[in-house]
């Protein structure tokens, strides 16, 4: 098993871009999560599936969109990219309860 | 609303030494409590847990205790080894099923 696989590893984006952060799961866990960690922060949830057509906000959403149309898949968007996303995403899921959560590696995203 | 605290970093100690890295919460019920470590270039895995008072989760050497009277859950180590060089991170889900995350704690081990 891959585990939680996230792409990709590094972007740079201009202000005002948009992109999608991809995530995927072959451990047909039902919870699905995207947090943000930024440095001396700790990780910060912005958003969650508790399974496929089902998504929720978490702490910090704005600037956010997410969609889970599978359950394998959970990607992230951001529309109009700005500074205050630069941060590293991390991407995680749970098999029946948001106990014991798997991490994927993580995408750094700088926005200048 | 839920929080972690735990102790800034970095910790910087020689192989074998003995490392406690301390963390109170604040929750409104009776949480589960974590710790978690990422290592260099990776994301995060889960360490060990404890779900209710006076439990003691263990794995990898390290330990940590739920203290309901203190609200604490120290992360313990006897001999530190240079593979533990991480990032370690407290945390807890109440009963809004959501991880709570302290700030995180460097460690460094020097060999």
């Known amino acids: 098993n891959a585990g939680v696989t996230q792409t990709p590893k590094f972007r740079i984006l201009k202000i005002g871009q948009s992109m999608t952060l991809q995530c995927t799961q072959d451990m047909n866990h039902n919870y699905m999560y995207w947090y943000r960690q930024d440095p001396g922060m700790g990780l910060k949830l912005i958003y969650y599936s508790v399974g496929a057509g089902i998504t929720d906000k978490g702490e910090v959403p704005n600037g956010y969109n997410v969609s889970r149309s599978t359950t394998e898949d959970f990607p992230l968007r951001l529309e109009l990219a700005a500074p205050s996303q630069t941060s590293v995403y991390f991407c995680a899921s749970s098999p029946f309860t948001p106990d014991e959560q798997y991490f994927g590696p993580g995408t750094r995203l700088t926005v200048t | 609303g839920n929080s972690v605290t735990q102790m800034e970093g970095p910790v910087t100690l020689s192989e074998e030494a003995f490392l406690t890295i301390n963390c109170t919460y604040t929750?409104?019920?009776?949480?589960?409590l974590f710790w978690y470590v990422q290592y260099p270039g990776e994301g995060l895995q889960l360490l060990l847990k404890?779900?209710?008072?006076?439990d003691k989760g263990s794995n990898k050497g390290f330990e940590a205790t739920y203290r309901k009277e203190t609200t604490s859950f120290h992360l313990e180590k006897g001999s530190v080894q240079v593979s533990d060089s991480a990032v370690y991170f407290c945390a807890l889900i109440d009963n809004d099923y959501k991880l709570s995350f302290g700030a995180g704690t460097t460690v460094t081990v020097r060999a």
């Open positions: 929750a409104t019920g009776y949480p589960s």
């Open positions: 404890a779900t209710k008072a006076d």
